[in-house]
């Protein structure tokens, strides 16, 4: 089983950068999706959710009119895509999936400063 994130980097406020999570060796289709950030100091949370089947999503209030999360059941893949991106979003954002296991990739960093 792999999840890979991919995507990170360095943006100067008000940019954008598009997150992507390759899957790996699960029924990508049949599991929950979310992404988290975990900033320096600060705890592991919630940014954004997308379910398996329905056409279900959710967002952290911080990131809400500014993130979205959308995948592809054919290519494996969840993304996030982050717009008009803050200081305060910079952590390492981690993609997790969820059903009757859990799984996580490693962390991409996302550093958003001028």
């Known amino acids: 089983v792999q999840l890979v994130e991919s995507g990170g980097g360095l943006v100067q406020p008000g940019g954008s950068l598009r997150l992507s999570c390759a899957a790996s060796?699960?029924?990508?289709?049949?599991?929950?999706m979310s992404w988290y950030r975990q900033a320096p100091g600060k705890e592991r949370e919630l940014v954004a959710f997308?379910?398996?089947?329905?056409?279900?999503?959710t967002y952290a209030d911080s990131v809400k009119g500014r993130f979205t999360i959308s995948r592809d059941n054919v290519k494996n893949t969840v993304y996030l895509q982050m717009n008009n991106l803050k200081p305060e979003d910079t952590a390492v954002y981690y993609c997790?999936?969820?059903?009757?296991?859990?799984?996580w990739g490693q962390g991409t960093q996302v550093t958003v400063s001028s």
């Open positions: 997308i379910a398996s089947i329905i056409d279900f999503t």
């Open positions: 060796g699960f029924t990508f289709s049949s599991y929950d």
């Open positions: 997790k999936a969820i059903k009757d296991r859990l799984y």
